[in-house]
């Protein structure tokens, strides 16, 4: 039938039109991450970094495997996970531009070969010792001369995955692996924590508590923006701004992504990633499930709709052929 | 005052008042379409669902949209899309609907050009429809102002700068459009103006004429050929609806673009629930950011073509080719120097003509979304070349034309 | 959201359908309807207060601090809160009935209404002298325990939802007192 053909070209043209504008040209602006499937033992690092570095990273690495090997006691670890405590406490302060994180949740959404290596020297586990001459000079650089034995470290991480895991929210993963650095409006979370419920000066309409708030975190964000070189972005809607793939891969890895980034590897596991998708897709793309419940419905209506309006035409244009 | 009988009934009175009944002839009844048509036919009413439906979801947009640098891009992200009651349905309505708008468009420009349906006294239905590609264009840029993402902020600052004439550096027109030395609150407020009020008006006003303008010519059909409308109806009123070549618009020929409109609203609706990210564009997902220029940059993929005959070129150059792209459609009716109304088929190197034309506005739209290196813009330039070339062969080829 | 498909009852358009009725037009035309409805209701959710405006919707005061006979005034939903401290001799005038109106914390009874006049909105203005409320819009007045003494107003100053909390009154909440005089018709629901 001659309209089915010229449908046909029209369809045709339009399908090629599309495949053009999106999926091939995107295939050539953005280069393709494999990613290492969260799987931390720092390959993807070692062939990225310069070559004078790339020795004592394998032997770092190598080294993780074999802490890992350990069987680590959770009893003995819970006293070196007092020196721990002393930064990354409730209320803790900003130390060398940013405040540490709560470690509520680190044995349930980090992994624990990112842990090890974590304590044997965050700037190389984090991927951003190229920032740093002295790798001691990083924020939580001094923990290699406070944690030393393998077997010490070994038992931290036990202790962190028999005392310091169980149940973790999407929000709190947010706020552990990310809130520190990454403030979250929708979310009304600010790297200082929840933004607190305030009121007005009935008299002024002035809300000189909020101020206050408002004033502690600019404070807090310049001292990130000068750490990092730059103020880390607000994830609100970042769930739609990046596709799924490169958070994915970028999380896992923010070199592999971005070259030269400040943002250091997270370490997050299957667990810890899941939870941490969930809460960006809570502020990101809340009406999700509406619109995957709608959807259908829609196109329903629309089936039938198009079916009768094929019965109405037929029946409008009977004898006109 | 005029002589008024007591009516009998409701249209009776509605008739001595509003002459509804003649009015209804002459729009619907004894409106007569040339039964000899496609499906393509349909995508004038289309094109008139989509303006209606961009409307209505920009009117619920609108009530909650703040035109505040400072607020824009929460009040949609956050209020319209997670806090409103389906703001998140009316936000992915009008931005798929505002890109599937121009995919009819083209569709319909191109049924046009390939049946000749602008020529020998269809003139200003061209031009009219010319003039509401141009309204719906700006429509469309200052619409994706208005979010103030990255890239409202950036094409913001591209577009603008066309403005200053390239080696005529004329800066002070480029900031009068924009009130402010950079995209600002003044920017963005008065392309809010342009979105909701003033294109809209201008939109409304385009639709008429182009309506209009098509009475009397009559719609084209797919062999060109010219007929007798009057003798056609009078067939067809007496009751010969299979010999007759017309149809009457209500409800014969709505009731076939009622059928085109159900599918149509399958696929539209598709995009809206499950493929909207070519709509809304992840950079935009980036709050605006005067220090940061994003990485790929790039104009909706309707204005892919013209994008990509502004950038091969040098400054001065670039800008020449940019205008005339703009322009030249408009000068179809009159560039094409052969009398056949007829489909390009049957119009010896028109054929060849037409198949080139959209193929190079393809290839010019896939370079426009590459980055200008290497060998897309090579293929880039040679494909501008082309789309300039295709022009100056058009009045040759068809004054050649042989006389159907 | 879409073209309406006029319904067409008999009417002979072509001449096939001559006097037959369009059965799958109006069909059409009342499927239509019914989505025109389902897009009748997104718009109407659409038009509905945000939850961030609902969520909003709660107040802590704090009576500790609050003198006999002197107004104070808050704000509540975006509408003014009178709190009024009631002294001895302002009991001693006000009847009985009245009295349930009162929010009672320890030794001391307070009125806490919304500050706005029940005939049609206004804002009373308090005269501690004459302790009692005038509402200059239409001239309506109220008692020390905001319960009418002059027309236009129908009714006392609507009581807001409360909880007591200690000395403070959390607005927007309920408890147990707020439920009885609702219960008993002291006040109506704001």
Known sequence: ?321 | MAHFEKAKNLNEWMDQRLAVNTLKKVMNTEYWIPKNINFLWAMGMVLAATFGILLISGIFLLMYYQPNVNTAFDSVNYTIMSEVGYGWLWRHVHGVGASVVFLIIYIHMFTGIYYGSYKKGRELIWLSGMGLFVAFSAEAFSGYMLPWGQMSYWAGMVITNLFSGGGLHADFLVEWIRGDYVPGQAFLSRFFMLHVLLIPLAIIGLIVLHFGSLRIPHVNNQDGEEFDFAEAAELYKAGKVKESKVIPFSPVFLSKDVLVMGVYFIFFFYLVFYHFEFAMDPVNFDPANGLKTPAHIYPEWYFLWSYEILRPFSTNIGLIAFAIAQVIFLALPFLDRSPNVAPASRRGLFKYWFWAMLIDMMILTFMGKLPPAGIWSTIGLIAALTFMALWVALPIITSREKKL | MRIKIYKKEGISMANNTKGRRDFMGMALGGFTALGGIGALYAMKRTWDPLPSVKAAGFTTIDLKDAQENVLVVEKWRGKPIFILKQSADMLANVKEEDKKRLINIGDAHYIVCVGLCTHLGCIPGYDAAEKSFLCACHGGTYDSLASVTKAPPPRGLDIPPFKVDGTKLVLGETGPEYEKMLADGTTLKV
């Open chain 1, 1 to 321: 039938m001659k309209e089915l053909k010229i449908f046909g070209i029209v369809a045709v043209f339009t399908l090629i039109l599309y495949w053009g504008v999106e999926p091939f040209a995107h295939s050539q602006m953005h280069k393709h991450v494999k990613g290492a499937d969260l799987v931390y033992n720092g390959a993807a690092d070692i062939a990225e970094c310069e070559q004078s570095k790339k020795e004592m990273k394998k032997t770092f690495w190598a080294d993780v495997e074999k802490i890992a090997a350990l069987k680590g006691d959770a009893a003995a670890g819970e006293a070196s996970y007092a020196m721990c405590a002393g930064c990354h406490m409730e209320g803790a302060a900003n130390m060398g531009g940013v405040i540490p994180p709560s470690l509520e949740h680190a044995g349930a959404i980090y992994d624990k070969n990112f842990l090890i290596a974590l304590i044997k020297d965050p700037a190389i586990a984090t991927n951003v010792d190229h920032k740093y001459a002295d790798t001691m000079t990083h924020p939580m650089g001094s923990i290699k001369t406070m944690v030393t034995e393998a077997q010490d470290i070994a038992n931290v991480v036990a202790y962190l995955q028999a005392k310091k895991a169980g149940e973790v929210t999407p929000k709190e993963a947010y706020v552990e692996a990310c809130s520190r650095c990454h403030a979250n409006r929708y979310g009304k979370l600010t790297q200082l924590g929840e933004i607190p419920k305030t009121k007005s000066n009935i008299a002024t309409g002035k809300d000189i508590d909020a101020m206050k708030y408002q004033e502690k975190v600019a404070t807090e964000e310049a001292s990130l923006a000068n750490y990092l070189g730059k103020l880390p972005p607000d994830l609100s809607i970042m769930i739609r701004a990046r596709s799924e793939h490169f958070l994915h891969t970028f999380i896992e890895d923010p070199q592999s992504q971005l070259t030269g980034t400040a943002m250091p590897r997270t370490g997050l596991n299957k667990e810890g990633m899941e939870k941490v998708f969930a809460y960006l897709e809570e502020t990101g793309d809340p009406s999700k499930p509406l619109r995957e419940e709608t959807g259908p419905k829609v196109l329903i209506f629309f089936l039938i709709f198009t079916a009768l309006a094929f019965l109405w035409k037929k029946s409008m244009w009977k004898g006109h052929h």
